[in-house]
């Protein structure tokens, strides 16, 4: 598992261009949307027990969680439940917040909920001092409160299981920033609870892993290439994609197969986004 500090040091470094803003605000208004939808269910009541206690308390404690008597087991040794839902907007900055926690006796579930938790912490924590420096500079280059109105940021915490069975699960946490400027993040979670450890690319594909990953990412980028030559990636002079290795990022579909997940600018330009790139 990646280290946190690294993670936190690349999410800092990010910079987004402003073309990019429009699509993702339209991604986190939908997210926002489709969040009663999702394939687990969530406790109403429980929400607004939550919503009640973490208002103006946006460095969320981690001994606040969600009943779990409406979220399914999913699998004889562990649940994942909602810890933290709720929406609120507090100092122009619009919340919309829901960590997943891995309940079982596993040394693993401990150490991937406390990594979620700093995550989140810092996420949060980010947001409001990059939305303080953004008040800071526009008020300190002329701006007028009339200008500013009603300026809002958008931010969001969010997961998604992918895929389970009963001793195993992946998910995708994502984590999201939309403002004069935009950036999103998502963290795969590929556990093995009954065998107390990560599931790795390896263990998927075989021994071959990296040519049959490899293979499948220059069809991928191949196939997004249109007819005059143009694409979002890099070249690998370009510092774009030349292989996969133990700490590429992905989850597992339903089908069982390993979607890889390359972040923002990693190996095309912004408005490609996240790119994720199965490999059947």
Known sequence: MKDFNEAKKAYESVSVPEELNDRVQAGIRQGKRNRSRHVWSRSLG????????????????????????????????????????????????DYAVSVPGVESGSELAQQVNEEIQKRVDAHLAQAQADWAEYQDAFFATGGTEEEWGGRQMDVVIDYEIKSQSETTVSFVVDFAEGWVSAQQ????????????????????????????????????????????????????????FTTVDADTAFYISESGAPVLVFPEYSIAAGAAGIVEIPVD
């Open 46 to 93: 429980t929400a607004a027990a939550c919503f009640a206690v973490l208002v103006g308390v946006l460095n969320l404690s981690p001994t606040v969680a969600s009943a779990a008597a409406d979220v399914p087991v999913l699998g004889g040794l562990f649940q994942v439940l909602t810890v933290r839902d709720y929406e609120t907007e507090e100092g122009g900055i």
């Open 185 to 240: 993040q998502r963290f795969c979670y590929n556990l093995d609870l009954a065998d107390n450890r990560n599931i790795t690319l390896q263990d998927l594909l075989g021994e071959d892993w990296v040519n049959i990953c490899n293979t499948a990412v220059e069809a991928y980028i191949a196939n997004s290439t249109d007819s005059e030559g143009f694409t979002f990636f890099f070249t690998p002079e370009e510092g774009g």
